[in-house]
């Protein structure tokens, strides 16, 4: 079974598109998942007034991947804490249940761990 893994600001546009699939005739039906989103400290979707908290900016700067899927697994609850963390560990950790349904700040201390972990990069 297919599934769309997106943000809840999109919730709203499911219904829309489970009845516009049913009217072509689509098949299978997916699945939706709705994840909230990540937003800034201001409450707002996170954005360029943040800073830039793109992906390729920190992967430029040096991030590593254990870092960045260690700040999503801490985002999730997968973690107890910002760590370093491999995608096997976090598959084995896994529980849909214990997502968060509200949203997830994207605080300093997220920033202050991703960039750590540049500095760290660059002086190895």
């Known amino acids: 079974m297919d599934a769309i893994v997106r943000g809840d600001d999109l919730l709203e546009s499911a ?7 049913r009217r072509l005739g689509l098949s299978p ?3 939706y998942w709705h994840l909230p989103l990540v937003i800034g400290p201001d409450g707002r ?3 360029k007034r943040h800073g830039d908290t793109r992906l390729a900016a920190y ?11 260690g700040l999503l ?3 999730c609850g997968l973690l107890e804490a910002r760590r370093e963390a491999s995608m ?3 598959a084995e950790r896994f529980d849909l249940g214990r997502l968060s ?3 997830v700040v994207f605080a300093r201390e ?3 761990f991703l960039r750590e972990g540049s500095a760290r990069a660059r002086r190895t």
Request: proline share 8%; aromatic share 6%.
């Open 15 to 21: 219904a829309r598109q489970i009845v516009l699939r």
């Open 29 to 31: 039906e997916p699945r």
């Open 45 to 47: 979707r996170l954005a």
């Open 59 to 69: 992967r430029q700067a040096g991030a590593t991947p254990r870092r960045v899927l």
């Open 73 to 75: 697994g801490y985002w």
């Open 88 to 90: 096997e560990e976090l």
């Open 101 to 103: 349904r509200k949203p």
């Open 110 to 112: 997220d920033d202050a």
